[in-house]
């Protein structure tokens, strides 16, 4: 067999075993323990996590980057599609939120809020979390 031959083998081999490495970090990744996509969480919302609002069924993890706030709710297990929502609100306006049947989290969703308090919301199945007014 001349060199260079068998190449081509070899790289289907390599491009397939790349392929299932990708799979199995993916699934790794959706199937991990409770809360597995916190990392996830920072890289939806911009900014420093300031709160991390737990209940029985998952977590809504509050940033802050300047004037604004955004907020994820992340389901404690990936699984079927069911109803998760997300919500913040600044004093004197009207809340964002984010609201719908996901299988791993709902938002994030972002506000101005300035110098003024928010109020955060978070909801998967049949638990959800709620802050009075914070970050004032």
Not at 116 to 130: E, I, N, P
Request: hydrophobic letters at 40%.
């Amino acid at each position: 067999m001349a060199r260079g031959e068998g190449d081509g083998i070899r790289g289907a081999r390599r491009a397939g075993t790349y392929a299932l490495t990708v799979l199995a970090g993916a699934g790794m990744l959706l199937l991990g323990g409770p809360f597995a996509g916190s990392a996830q969480a920072a890289a939806l919302c911009p900014g420093h996590q300031v709160r991390s609002l737990s209940f029985g069924t998952g977590k809504t993890v509050v940033y802050r980057n300047r004037d604004y706030v955004c907020a994820v709710t992340l389901a404690k297990s990936a699984g079927p599609r069911r109803g998760m929502s997300v919500g913040v609100q600044a004093r004197g306006s009207l809340a964002v939120v984010d609201r719908g049947d996901y299988t791993h989290h709902a938002g994030p969703v972002t506000v101005h809020a300035g110098h003024r308090c928010v109020r955060v919301t978070g909801h998967v199945g049949g638990k959800s979390t709620r802050t009075g007014w914070i970050l004032c």
